[in-house]
Every structure is written in structure tokens, then in C-alpha cells.
């Protein structure tokens, strides 16, 4: 059954020696007996026997999920909290307690190998389609042995095998009421009685989810030919690409009314977007050193675009009854195009103001600075104003009633734009070997293997600059102007409504990792009573190159318009080089108890690390221990105690007062809590599945920029809910004609920053689905989600500080997305 299907119990989670896609269990019910393969460094051993916390969701829950991301499928594990806000990429999770905002300690896998080495940004070059078999999730346990960069959690994405029995097919065709269309296939089919092949993907089209005049489109492919030993070993040689378009969302403006978040007018909270037509594309002036033009475009219009190119081969070979070798290695090559906008970066909640405020010279005028130039620039300008660059209409400071009658709301504000590129490779290779013993009750099986990663990124962030402009969906951007006494323009201070280059440093930048992993797992049983045991030994080559900041910032090229004299934060054409040999070990054991054939009780320790290029290697300790009950189909049960800790969090944040320059946190982390999941069905057609996690997350030996911050000391790590859960329940139509199931889903209050200055409340989510067998071959299915248009706010402004305030009732922040609704069409064949 779909909904017993996620199975919250016990297990191993890394691949290490066994085919991380070996065909996945046929019952999808809730049966502790499943094989999982995420880590199982045994074989066919059972989720009851194991040492940790581990989650499996099978193909059909993952249909019911209905994903529009992988921040979706993310949001299935307990304990990881997913900020899926972002849109269909670049969404931030966290695991057990860790403060929210990035992507550290978890580790996206697909077919037990890390999508990239260092684990962040995994999701601009993965999703799921019709070519994925299940998920298996991990926290914990053995992942910071048998993976990298991956000590809180792994999550492993399991592809479908070739099938070599018969040829089986299937397409998809799903539509959403935001515009996206989408199509999917997956075909496999033996070409020989020992050879297989595999292939799927899918293209689609969409504006995103909030409101955007773009369309954008995209596809990704994958393949596999696969051979089989007759002693049932395998080589398998696959590929993918792809190259795909999104819309990309950062934080806009709300009001809190009566104590509750809410839109501002001409800005809808649920599906309003600054970004549209006046961003389409914009010039930028940069470093010639950057780019020789002088200039670099952002474009609005093509959103987020991610290619990627991966080849990769697989093999297990039995050499004799107790000995079997494995290999697993790919190579990807990957980039990104980042044109994302970022209101209120820098400025905070301060640049959120009215326009006359704007226009007004003196220190509660965001853009001071530039009126200042203006005033030298122009000596007999009168007042200022605006100029819309779409209308052309000029409105000067003294026509008040006209600007505080802007879009309804009279504000203006400081977007940035922010153009980010990545060039990169990301190689690596898991080869080892599996040695099995048994003998009466006494069983044995010793891991042990190598890792190794060989990756380098080249990152352009320059011309990051920030544009004047209104309050309101698809909103306009704004020249400032020098005015006469009769509002006439005899001056512009901008530049296309560009008031300042160069806002976040040189921007250039570059990374790279050699890095080199020895590990062993022991898993031996005695009886009823399982004990394993593991170590990871890991040394990375590390060097960063980062561009040096002139002394003197380049001047703009000429005929550039405004009064700006610079480009800003100008590279220089040089680097500062960083290089670190760092050695870390991570290990772990556990044990399990079988007390009947239906309850066990498990015990864990684990200690890991994040290797973090040239800076600190940060830690992870984690306790755990739990319980776990299967009453037949009636009853799956499992609760788990766990204490986290977190050591030498480390992270920048732009200084709200000169963006341009990087502040430091480094902090502790202590996270106490327990995760509950329970599964019920009185009746084969109905059952109700909650996981729940509620945790006491805390800072300790928290300092910036390495003075100490008392008033930190005990607060709650900013974007960390203390109470999450999710409830599910789920009906079978009779004579499988189908399934019903709504969701509710729960997220605590978070806050905004480390100070605890900026609450953001609780809110909850219900969604609805249905799915209709109409034949063998034919499926159709709904859903709708946030069905009763919660406002729900996953972070505050992370650009304005750790000490943050609402300004006048107005602040920054990101939210979930109302009401949507749609479904596929699925054919079988």
C-alpha cells in the first residue's frame, strides 16, 4: 500500500559494496522483512536488523507525493527541513537540528555515489523522473562512513535496472494550473538473454510557480546498457544529460497585520513576483579583467540554466563463494547560468520605504550615496524624482500624493541582481570488496574500499549590482533623476536604473578537491543480536583561488549613463591562493536487538565531518537509539531519541552595512529530540501514516567575526523549526480502481536570524490527491496543494544580519506558494 510504503524503520544507508540499484522489493507494503540497498554492506538483510534511522518511498509514493522539485521528495524523510521556496531548484535542507539556509551535512546520492563531491547545489543538476525506482534516506548512522561530505544524512535516488526479463514501457504527460507542461517517458527491453538496456527523461515547459511573463523550458536524459554474469555479477555502462531552464525566487515584501504576515498591495504573498518584463536583460558594468566588453548582461529572461554530461560504469563480480568486488565510477561535467533577483539585499528592511523617502536627501534615503554624486554632478538641480523606464513617466519629489499613490503602496525599493556562473567536473570512484562469513548463528560481512573525488569549480560572480524599483508583481524599474524647478529632467543619476556595481566583491573564484577515502564496515550477528561497526579515513588536497579587489576601482566605460564613476568591487586580474592538506576521520557503531521477530531495539553512535575545501573542517557528533514494532499490516511503529551536536558551524553572510564585504558565525550546535512514525490500518483500504520530529535546537560559543556574542547563548539557530510533522491519510478504492489521500503538514515557528529579533509563525498545509486506474495500461491522477492558501514563511531577509527588526511593519521574506492544482496522465505499455 502506497501509504505504509514509507517504512521509517532501522537500516544501513550508503552504497558501498552491494548494486545500488538492485531490484527494488515487489510488496509495497509495510514489511520490516524489505531489502533495502542504500549502505547495506550485507546482503538481503532486513530494515528490522539494522543500526539506523533510515526512510524508503517506493515509486508509488512518490507518485502520490506528486514532486515539483527535489526539495519535495526531500520533504518525505523526517527530520530534514526543507525550505522549498526557492522554486524547482536551489532550495535549502537541513537535518536534525542544524540551522536552515543551506545544504551541509546531507548528501543527495543517485545510485550510492554522490551527485557532486561537496553535496551543495546537487539540485540544479537532479530531478526525479520515470527512470527513478524508489528513495532511501538515511540520518546518521553509517553515512558519514560510507559516503563524503555526508555525515547528518543521506538521501539515495535508486534508478530503475534494465529490465532483462521482457520490454516495458511508460509515458506521462503532467500539467499544472501555473503553466507548467511536462512530458515523460522510460523504456527498457533485453537485446540478449544477458543484455539490457534502459532509457527515460522527460521535457518540459514552465513559468514557474509565482507569476512570470517568461516561459522556461528544459529536458534531461538518461540511459543505461547493462550485462549480466552467469555467476550474477553485472557491468553496467550509463550516461545523462541535460539542459534545463528555471524560475528562481528570493525573499519580497510582507506586512505584519493583526500579528499575522501579509501581502502588500499590488503584491500578492502566494503568487506575486518583482521579476518580469524590466529585468529581461541588463547591462552591467564590470571589471574588464572579468569580461574584456567592460560589461556583463544579466538576463532576467533566461532564469536559471543547468547543463550537465555524465558518463558512468558499475560492476560487481563474485570471485568465489564469500568474496565479491565491486566498482562504481562516474565522471560529470556541470555548469549553471544564475540570473537570480534578490530584493532588499543589502539595504534590509531599511530600503523598503516610501519614494518620497527615496527622493529625499539625508540618511533615511536608501540611496543617499547617489544623490550625493547627483547634487555635485548637477549643481542647480531643484528636487529629485523617478523616471519609469517602461512609461517614461517622471514623477518629482514634491508631487506626494502621486508617489504614496504608487501601485497602492508608495513604496520603492533596492533590488539586486545577482549573476552567478559555475563551470565545473566533479569525478569520483568507489572500487572495494565484500567478504562474507556465516557459520550456525554466527554471521560476518567486512567492507572495505576506496573513494576517490577529483572536482574543480570556476565561479563568476561579478557585475552584481542593484536596480531602483516598485513594490508590485512584474514591477517596474526606476531611473533617478535631477529635476528644475518644473520637473524637468537635466540630469539622470542612474544608469537603466542601475544605482550601484560591484555590490558583493570581485565575485571570481575558484575551487578545487583531490580527495582520497579509505573505509571498512563490519557487520557481524550473533543470533538475534546485530553489531556494526565503521571508519572512513579521508585526506583532501584542497586549493582556492580568489580574485583579488583592485586598489582602485576601474572606471565605468564611457558613454555609461549616471554618475556613478566606477564599476565597484573592481578584480584586478590576479588571485590570493589557499591551499590545505586536511586529514579527518569519521566512524560510527551500533547495535541491534532482535527481542521478537517483530520488535528490535537499536542503538547508534556516529561521528563525522564536513571537509569544506581550504576552510575548517567542521563536525558532527550524533546519539540515537530507538525502537521499532510491526504488528503484522495493522501497526508499523518506530520512535528515536537522538542528540546532535554540531561543532565549528562555520559561514559567511553579507554585512548589511557594505555588502560588499563577507562577515563570520562560527557556533556550536546542540540539538536534543525525538522522531516518531506511525502507521495504522484497521481496514486493507484505509490506513494513516505520521512522522513527526520535535527537537530543542541551540547555539553555544557563538561569535562573529571572532568576538564573542553572549546574547546568542542558548537561542534557536535561525530557520530551525522545533516541531514538524506530517499526517497522511490514505483510502484504497475497491477492485483497484484507485486511491484517495489528503496530507497535512506542520512547521513550527522559526526564526529569522541567530538573534531571535525576527519570529517567523507556525503554519500548516493540506493537500488533496486521488489517483484512477482506468485500465491495466491507463492511469490518471489529481492533486492540489496548500488547498486552503496558507501563507507560510520559510526565512526572513538572510542578507540583512544575524540581528534583524521589522522596519514600520514591514519586512523581507520568502514563502511557500498558494493554491495549485493538477495531475498526469500515465500510459503503460
Given at each position: 500500500?502506497?501509504?505504509?510504503?514509507?517504512?521509517?524503520?532501522?537500516?544501513?544507508?550508503?552504497?558501498?559494496?552491494?548494486?545500488?540499484?538492485?531490484?527494488?522489493a515487489?510488496?509495497?507494503?509495510?514489511?520490516?522483512?524489505?531489502?533495502?540497498?542504500t549502505?547495506?554492506?550485507?546482503?538481503?538483510?532486513?530494515?528490522?536488523?539494522?543500526?539506523?534511522?533510515?526512510?524508503?518511498?517506493?515509486?508509488?509514493?512518490?507518485?502520490?507525493?506528486?514532486?515539483?522539485?527535489?526539495?519535495?521528495?526531500?520533504?518525505?524523510?523526517?527530520?530534514?527541513?526543507?525550505?522549498?521556496?526557492?522554486?524547482?531548484?536551489?532550495n535549502?535542507?537541513?537535518?536534525?537540528?542544524?540551522?536552515?539556509?543551506?545544504?551541509?551535512?546531507?548528501?543527495?546520492?543517485e545510485?550510492?555515489?554522490?551527485?557532486?563531491?561537496?553535496?551543495?547545489?546537487?539540485?540544479?543538476?537532479?530531478?526525479?523522473?520515470?527512470?527513478?525506482?524508489?528513495?532511501?534516506?538515511?540520518?546518521?548512522?553509517?553515512?558519514?562512513?560510507?559516503?563524503?561530505?555526508?555525515?547528518?544524512?543521506?538521501?539515495?535516488?535508486?534508478?530503475?535496472?534494465?529490465?532483462?526479463?521482457?520490454?516495458?514501457?511508460?509515458?506521462?504527460?503532467?500539467?499544472?494550473?501555473?503553466?507548467?507542461?511536462?512530458?515523460?517517458?522510460?523504456?527498457?527491453?533485453?537485446?540478449?538473454?544477458k543484455?539490457?538496456?534502459?532509457?527515460?527523461?522527460?521535457?518540459?515547459?514552465?513559468?514557474?510557480?509565482?507569476?512570470?511573463?517568461?516561459?522556461?523550458?528544459?529536458?534531461?536524459?538518461?540511459?543505461?546498457?547493462?550485462?549480466?554474469?552467469?555467476?550474477?555479477?553485472?557491468?553496467?555502462?550509463?550516461?545523462?544529460?541535460?539542459n534545463?531552464?528555471?524560475?528562481?525566487?528570493?525573499?519580497?515584501p510582507?506586512?505584519?497585520?493583526?500579528?499575522?504576515?501579509?501581502?502588500?498591495?499590488?503584491?500578492?504573498?502566494?503568487?506575486?513576483?518583482v521579476?518580469?518584463?524590466?529585468?529581461?536583460?541588463?547591462?552591467?558594468?564590470?571589471?574588464?579583467?572579468?569580461?574584456?566588453?567592460?560589461?556583463?548582461?544579466?538576463?532576467?529572461?533566461?532564469?536559471?540554466?543547468?547543463?550537465?554530461?555524465?558518463?558512468?560504469?558499475?560492476?560487481?563480480?563474485?570471485?568465489?563463494?564469500s568474496?565479491?568486488?565491486?566498482?562504481?565510477?562516474?565522471?560529470?561535467?556541470?555548469?549553471?547560468?544564475?540570473?537570480?533577483?534578490?530584493?532588499?539585499?543589502?539595504?534590509?528592511?531599511?530600503?523598503?520605504?516610501?519614494?518620497?523617502n527615496?527622493?529625499?536627501?539625508?540618511?533615511?534615503?536608501?540611496?543617499?550615496?547617489?544623490?550625493?554624486?547627483?547634487?555635485?554632478?548637477?549643481?542647480?538641480?531643484?528636487?529629485?524624482?523617478?523616471?519609469?523606464?517602461?512609461?517614461?513617466?517622471?514623477?518629482?519629489?514634491?508631487?506626494?500624493?502621486?508617489?504614496?499613490?504608487?501601485?497602492?503602496?508608495?513604496?520603492?525599493?533596492?533590488?539586486?541582481?545577482?549573476?552567478?556562473?559555475?563551470?565545473?567536473?566533479?569525478?569520483?570512484?568507489?572500487?572495494?570488496?565484500?567478504?562474507?562469513?556465516?557459520?550456525?548463528?554466527?554471521?560476518?560481512?567486512?567492507?572495505?574500499?576506496?573513494?576517490?573525488?577529483?572536482?574543480k569549480?570556476?565561479?563568476?560572480q561579478?557585475?552584481?549590482?542593484?536596480?531602483?524599483?516598485?513594490?508590485r508583481?512584474?514591477?517596474?524599474?526606476?531611473?533617478?533623476?535631477?529635476?528644475?524647478?518644473?520637473?524637468?529632467?537635466?540630469?539622470?543619476?542612474?544608469?537603466?536604473?542601475?544605482?550601484?556595481?560591484?555590490?558583493?566583491?570581485?565575485?571570481?573564484?575558484?575551487?578545487?578537491?583531490?580527495?582520497?577515502?579509505?573505509?571498512?564496515?563490519?557487520?557481524f550477528?550473533?543470533?538475534?543480536?546485530?553489531?556494526?561497526?565503521?571508519?572512513?579515513?579521508?585526506?583532501?588536497?584542497?586549493?582556492?583561488?580568489?580574485?583579488?579587489?583592485?586598489?582602485?576601482n576601474?572606471?565605468?566605460?564611457?558613454?555609461?549613463?549616471?554618475?556613478?564613476?566606477?564599476?565597484?568591487?573592481?578584480?584586478?586580474?590576479?588571485?590570493?591562493?589557499?591551499?590545505?592538506?586536511?586529514?579527518?576521520?569519521?566512524?560510527?557503531?551500533?547495535?541491534n536487538?532482535?527481542?521478537?521477530?517483530?520488535?528490535?531495539?537499536?542503538?547508534?553512535?556516529?561521528?563525522?565531518?564536513?571537509?569544506?575545501n581550504?576552510?575548517?573542517?567542521?563536525?558532527?557528533?550524533?546519539?540515537?537509539?530507538?525502537?521499532?514494532?510491526?504488528?503484522?499490516?495493522?501497526?508499523?511503529?518506530?520512535?528515536?531519541?537522538?542528540?546532535?551536536?554540531?561543532?565549528n558551524?562555520?559561514?559567511?553572510?553579507?554585512?548589511?552595512?557594505?555588502?560588499?564585504?563577507?562577515?563570520?558565525?562560527?557556533?556550536?550546535l546542540?540539538?536534543?529530540?525525538?522522531?516518531?512514525?506511525?502507521?495504522?490500518?484497521?481496514?486493507?483500504?484505509?490506513?494513516?501514516?505520521?512522522?513527526?520530529?520535535?527537537?530543542?535546537?541551540?547555539?553555544?560559543?557563538?561569535?562573529?567575526?571572532?568576538?564573542?556574542?553572549?546574547?546568542?547563548e542558548?537561542?534557536?539557530?535561525?530557520?530551525?523549526?522545533?516541531?514538524?510533522?506530517?499526517?497522511?491519510?490514505?483510502?484504497?478504492?475497491?477492485?483497484?480502481?484507485g486511491?484517495?489521500?489528503?496530507?497535512?503538514?506542520?512547521?513550527?515557528?522559526?526564526?529569522?536570524?541567530?538573534?531571535?529579533?525576527?519570529?517567523?509563525?507556525?503554519?500548516?498545509?493540506?493537500?488533496?490527491g486521488?489517483?484512477?486506474?482506468?485500465?491495466?495500461?491507463?492511469?490518471?491522477?489529481?492533486?492540489?496543494?496548500?488547498?486552503?492558501?496558507?501563507?507560510?514563511?520559510?526565512?526572513?531577509?538572510?542578507?540583512?544580519?544575524?540581528?534583524?527588526?521589522?522596519?514600520?511593519?514591514?519586512?523581507?521574506?520568502?514563502?511557500?506558494?498558494?493554491?495549485?492544482?493538477?495531475?498526469?496522465?500515465?500510459?503503460?505499455?
Amino acid at each position: 500500500m502506497a501509504s505504509a510504503a514509507m517504512l521509517p524503520l532501522a537500516a544501513q544507508a550508503q552504497t558501498a559494496a552491494t548494486d545500488a540499484a538492485a531490484p527494488a522489493a515487489q510488496d509495497d507494503a509495510a514489511d520490516e522483512g524489505q531489502i533495502i540497498v542504500t549502505g547495506q554492506t550485507t546482503p538481503n538483510r532486513p530494515l528490522i536488523t539494522a543500526s539506523a534511522d533510515i526512510t524508503l518511498a517506493n515509486r508509488e509514493l512518490i507518485d502520490q507525493k506528486a514532486p515539483r522539485s527535489t526539495a519535495d521528495l526531500l520533504e518525505m524523510v523526517p527530520g530534514i527541513f526543507v525550505e522549498a521556496t526557492a522554486g524547482q531548484i536551489s532550495n535549502n535542507y537541513s537535518v536534525r537540528g542544524l540551522q536552515g539556509g543551506g545544504q551541509r551535512f546531507v548528501q543527495l546520492q543517485e545510485d550510492g555515489m554522490p551527485i557532486l563531491y561537496g553535496g551543495g547545489g546537487a539540485d540544479f543538476f537532479f530531478d526525479q523522473d520515470l527512470t527513478i525506482d524508489r528513495l532511501e534516506a538515511v540520518k546518521g548512522g553509517s553515512s558519514g562512513v560510507l559516503t563524503v561530505n555526508g555525515a547528518g544524512a543521506t538521501i539515495n535516488f535508486v534508478s530503475k535496472n534494465p529490465n532483462h526479463e521482457k520490454a516495458e514501457g511508460m509515458a506521462r504527460f503532467t500539467g499544472y494550473n501555473y503553466g507548467l507542461k511536462r512530458g515523460d517517458f522510460y523504456y527498457s527491453q533485453p537485446i540478449t538473454d544477458k543484455l539490457a538496456f534502459n532509457i527515460g527523461g522527460y521535457f518540459q515547459s514552465s513559468p514557474g510557480v509565482r507569476k512570470n511573463p517568461f516561459d522556461y523550458q528544459g529536458w534531461r536524459l538518461k540511459g543505461a546498457l547493462e550485462y549480466k554474469f552467469d555467476d550474477g555479477g553485472y557491468i553496467r555502462l550509463s550516461g545523462k544529460g541535460g539542459n534545463v531552464e528555471n524560475a528562481y525566487y528570493a525573499d519580497q515584501p510582507y506586512r505584519f497585520q493583526n500579528g499575522k504576515p501579509a501581502g502588500i498591495p499590488s503584491l500578492d504573498t502566494q503568487f506575486g513576483n518583482v521579476g518580469g518584463d524590466a529585468f529581461a536583460n541588463i547591462a552591467v558594468p564590470v571589471s574588464t579583467f572579468a569580461h574584456s566588453s567592460g560589461y556583463r548582461d544579466f538576463k532576467y529572461r533566461d532564469g536559471v540554466v543547468a547543463k550537465t554530461w555524465q558518463a558512468r560504469l558499475d560492476f560487481e563480480k563474485p570471485v568465489s563463494d564469500s568474496l565479491t568486488l565491486f566498482g562504481h565510477g562516474r565522471y560529470l561535467d556541470y555548469s549553471y547560468d544564475f540570473n537570480g533577483l534578490f530584493p532588499g539585499s543589502g539595504t534590509g528592511n531599511a530600503g523598503l520605504t516610501s519614494a518620497v523617502n527615496y527622493l529625499t536627501p539625508g540618511n533615511s534615503s536608501p540611496i543617499n550615496d547617489l544623490l550625493t554624486l547627483g547634487q555635485a554632478a548637477f549643481p542647480t538641480t531643484v528636487r529629485y524624482g523617478i523616471k519609469n523606464l517602461r512609461t517614461g513617466q517622471v514623477i518629482g519629489s514634491n508631487q506626494t500624493a502621486l508617489l504614496n499613490a504608487l501601485n497602492g503602496n508608495g513604496f520603492l525599493q533596492r533590488t539586486t541582481l545577482n549573476h552567478d556562473a559555475i563551470d565545473a567536473y566533479d569525478f569520483g570512484m568507489n572500487v572495494g570488496g565484500r567478504w562474507s562469513f556465516e557459520s550456525g548463528s554466527f554471521k560476518n560481512s567486512l567492507t572495505a574500499g576506496v573513494m576517490y573525488y577529483n572536482t574543480k569549480r570556476n565561479q563568476d560572480q561579478s557585475a552584481t549590482a542593484s536596480v531602483v524599483n516598485d513594490v508590485r508583481t512584474n514591477s517596474d524599474i526606476y531611473d533617478i533623476v535631477a529635476l528644475n524647478a518644473n520637473n524637468q529632467v537635466i540630469g539622470t543619476l542612474s544608469d537603466n536604473g542601475l544605482v550601484s556595481y560591484g555590490d558583493w566583491g570581485a565575485g571570481i573564484r575558484s575551487r578545487k578537491d583531490s580527495s582520497l577515502s579509505l573505509y571498512v564496515n563490519d557487520e557481524f550477528s550473533i543470533g538475534d543480536l546485530h553489531v556494526d561497526a565503521g571508519v572512513r579515513w579521508e585526506h583532501d588536497s584542497a586549493t582556492a583561488w580568489d580574485g583579488n579587489q583592485a586598489a582602485v576601482n576601474q572606471p565605468v566605460p564611457a558613454g555609461t549613463a549616471g554618475v556613478l564613476p566606477t564599476v565597484g568591487s573592481t578584480w584586478d586580474g590576479t588571485y590570493s591562493v589557499r591551499k590545505a592538506n586536511k586529514k579527518a576521520v569519521a566512524y560510527t557503531v551500533g547495535a541491534n536487538y532482535l527481542i521478537t521477530p517483530n520488535f528490535s531495539i537499536y542503538a547508534r553512535y556516529a561521528n563525522g565531518f564536513q571537509m569544506n575545501n581550504v576552510d575548517p573542517i567542521t563536525g558532527i557528533e550524533l546519539y540515537e537509539a530507538g525502537l521499532r514494532y510491526q504488528m503484522g499490516r495493522l501497526i508499523s511503529a518506530s520512535a528515536t531519541v537522538f542528540r546532535t551536536n554540531f561543532r565549528n558551524q562555520n559561514y559567511n553572510f553579507a554585512d548589511p552595512v557594505n555588502p560588499s564585504q563577507q562577515s563570520n558565525i562560527n557556533a556550536d550546535l546542540r540539538t536534543n529530540g525525538v522522531e516518531l512514525n506511525l502507521n495504522v490500518r484497521p481496514i486493507d483500504a484505509f490506513s494513516i501514516d505520521f512522522q513527526g520530529v520535535f527537537q530543542d535546537p541551540k547555539l553555544v560559543n557563538l561569535a562573529i567575526n571572532g568576538a564573542n556574542q553572549a546574547g546568542f547563548e542558548g537561542n534557536r539557530p535561525e530557520r530551525t523549526p522545533a516541531r514538524l510533522f506530517t499526517i497522511t491519510p490514505s483510502y484504497k478504492l475497491p477492485n483497484g480502481l484507485g486511491e484517495i489521500y489528503g496530507r497535512y503538514k506542520y512547521i513550527g515557528k522559526i526564526y529569522a536570524d541567530a538573534g531571535n529579533g525576527v519570529a517567523l509563525p507556525s503554519y500548516g498545509v493540506t493537500s488533496v490527491g486521488a489517483s484512477f486506474n482506468l485500465s491495466k495500461q491507463l492511469q490518471v491522477s489529481v492533486n492540489a496543494d496548500n488547498i486552503f492558501n496558507v501563507i507560510g514563511l520559510t526565512e526572513g531577509n538572510p542578507r540583512q544580519g544575524q540581528t534583524q527588526a521589522i522596519t514600520n511593519g514591514y519586512f523581507y521574506a520568502r514563502g511557500i506558494v498558494g493554491a495549485t492544482y493538477g495531475g498526469t496522465i500515465t500510459f503503460k505499455f
